[in-house]
């Protein structure tokens, strides 16, 4: 499994292997940077955060921010900011999530980023996952121009 499949594709057969990727895909982000999360609902988005926030080494437990809309993790530093624009109807409304201030310090995942394309900064990395049988996912991206 390396990021620099020439497909830009890969499977996962587990949730731990989702994990594994999301580490190895982190590579490809400079310091401060946004991904987003693409896919249906039971697609592993959450578990793929989970394996980046595992690269960070954070001992707080990283859950699906679908209610709280935005958790932040880890040291003030290199903060790791987790969203979710699932229950969001506009734009305004991610806006005054603070979006700009996550941008500017840490990584940002954000769940259902592809929702609001307008508003992903040149550079997201953009992870569309599609669930397959048995915990298998096919995981693909591309860096959002």
Same mark, same amino acid.
């Given at each position: 499994m390396k990021p620099t499949?020439?497909?830009n594709l890969l499977i996962a057969h587990s949730i731990e292997e989702t994990q594994v990727i999301a580490q190895q895909l982190l590579s490809l982000l400079k310091e401060n940077g946004v991904i987003s999360l693409e896919g249906p609902l039971g697609a592993g988005k959450t578990h793929f955060a989970k394996g $980046?926030?595992?690269?960070?080494h954070l001992e707080e437990e990283v859950t699906s921010p679908t209610f709280? &809309? *935005?958790?932040?993790?880890g040291p003030r530093e290199r903060p790791l900011h987790h969203i979710d624009f699932y229950r969001l109807n506009t734009e305004e409304e991610a806006l005054d &999530? +603070?979006?700009?201030e996550c941008f500017e310090? +840490? $990584?940002t995942i954000i769940e259902w980023g592809n929702k609001f394309l307008s508003l992903l900064p040149k550079g997201t *990395?953009?992870?569309a996952l599609r669930p397959l049988d048995n915990d298998a996912r096919e995981i693909s991206w591309h860096v959002h121009d």
């Open positions: 499949n020439s497909n $980046i926030a595992a690269a960070f709280t &809309l *935005l958790q932040t993790y &999530l +603070g979006l700009e310090k +840490g $990584i *990395l953009r992870i």
